[in-house]
């Protein structure tokens, strides 16, 4: 299935273009959404959403995760792949427009920062977006980047553009996937979530099979869970949730403020940072790696 583009033209077209996406969360400058078709970053931002709302279904997620989880695109080290996003810029990103290694080491810098004590932070935040080296085995944005959801239940109203973007995804004519629990039950716990599938899900498959991988659990949470704007900011979805997720959670709120207000012009020398960094990937994910 694709989408009609006269769909698709409808809806970035026709939509109030002072429309913002869920104002009362977003006070400050970041993550605005609007549908603007006069706006070339919003409407490639809103291009991006509507594939992934369209697209991403059950189904979809399930197949992703048998075919990335053999785990046999590229064997690499963390620093290569890393090296790799210099040619990447995420098209469902409102704020910045740059290269995301310069997000990456912006983002562990802070940490480093804030918490000076805490080395597996640090590399945490200089990971947390690797998974989006799958831009790069010929995956669309739309499967790669953007907040994530749970598939297999009833979308959230936080979600962004959640009431324009899901009109065509099969799922919400399946009656019981458009029930609040859906395929789940209460408190069953993330990890028993089926998350839509992009750069997090697939970063914290590669780390949880690699054998070398030291990192505490505390990390695994924020690297898959660090797009869940709709869990970790809005507040929905806590009915599938479990003590252990709440008590993660504290985690992945402190990582966002460095992971959203980091964003600017100011790019750090990553060249004089590496030797610090290359040290900690060597204490928590040493070797080569398989993506």
Not at 59 to 86: C, H, T, W
Not at 167 to 195: A, F, Q, W
Request: proline share 7%.
């Amino acid at each position: 299935m694709t989408i009609p583009k006269e769909m698709e033209q409808q809806l970035l077209y026709h939509i109030d273009p002072s429309l913002q996406y869920r104002p009362d969360l977003n006070p400050t400058a970041y993550r605005k959404y609007t549908i603007d078709a006069e706006d070339p970053i919003q409407k490639r931002v809103f291009e991006t959403y509507l594939k992934m709302h369209t697209y991403q279904t059950v189904d979809f997620v399930q197949k992703k995760r048998q075919q990335y989880g053999s785990f046999n695109k590229i064997r690499m080290p963390i620093m290569a792949a890393l090296e790799k996003l210099n040619d990447l810029i995420d098209e469902s990103d409102p704020d910045v427009d740059m290269p995301n290694i310069v997000h990456a080491f912006q983002t562990a810098e802070e940490i480093r920062a804030k918490h000076p004590d805490q080395d597996w932070f640090h590399l945490t935040g200089l990971i947390h977006d690797l998974g989006k080296v799958m831009a790069f085995f010929n995956e669309p944005q739309w499967a790669v980047v953007g907040d994530t959801f749970p598939v297999g239940c009833r979308f959230a109203k936080s979600i962004v553009y959640r009431d324009f973007t899901f009109i065509l995804n099969p799922d919400c004519e399946n009656e019981k996937l458009s029930t609040p629990l859906g395929m789940y039950y209460r408190h069953c716990g993330l990890e028993n979530v089926l998350m839509s599938w992009g750069h997090d899900e697939y970063m914290h498959m590669v780390l949880k099979n690699h054998p070398g991988c030291t990192l505490p659990e505390e990390a695994f949470y924020v690297i898959r869970f660090h797009s869940f704007y709709p869990w970790h900011t809005a507040g929905d979805y806590d009915y599938l949730c479990n003590d252990k997720d709440r008590k993660m959670m504290k985690w992945v709120q402190e990582f966002n403020k460095f992971d959203l207000y980091t964003k600017s012009e100011n790019v750090p020398d990553i060249d004089e940072l590496m030797p610090y960094y290359q040290k900690l990937i060597d204490k928590y994910v040493p070797g080569d790696v398989a993506f």
